[in-house]
């Protein structure tokens, strides 16, 4: 066990930022020597004489930085990072594996080849019920069929592949 805070293992932490500062803030991030990880993904859009695909925050106002966690308040000081994100009065610790899932959920979506099987854990993206989980009952050609236990309630959802994201 360790005692003292120096000793402890980097984690991966998750930092606010200002809105729509999240690139510049990983640029800053690195800069310093910090590892940060700021999931991208591309996006259409609308201008009034075009429309172009950008890379957008898939989270936005998140981002993921590996430190150890007696440095993370230090990370406070840099322009655009807001506050440090807390989970039951400590910063939030996401895990390697989880990190790891959503960059594999992009690499997919970049392939367009996102697949989705009964008894699946996901999370809905959009809409009324945007981050709410569910569990695939069963998968149709343009609907999923999902129970969702927090409501208590099987619903079926119209999607298409970039409304879910798999939950990990």
Partial sequence: METRIGLSKPKWFVLYTAPRAEKKVLERLEQAGVTAYLPLHIC???WSDRIK???VPLIPSYIFVYTKEALLRNLLGL???SRIVFYD???AVIQQKEIDAIQKFLEKSREKAVS???DEEVLIAVGALKDVSGKIQ???KDYLLLHIEQLGITATVKVKTEQVRKKK
């Fill in 138 to 140: 069963k998968v149709g």
């Fill in 89 to 91: 009065g400590k910063p």
């Fill in 116 to 118: 989705f099987t009964p």
């Fill in 79 to 81: 322009y655009g990072v």
């Fill in 53 to 55: 695909m950008v890379e």
């Fill in 44 to 46: 259409p859009r609308v």
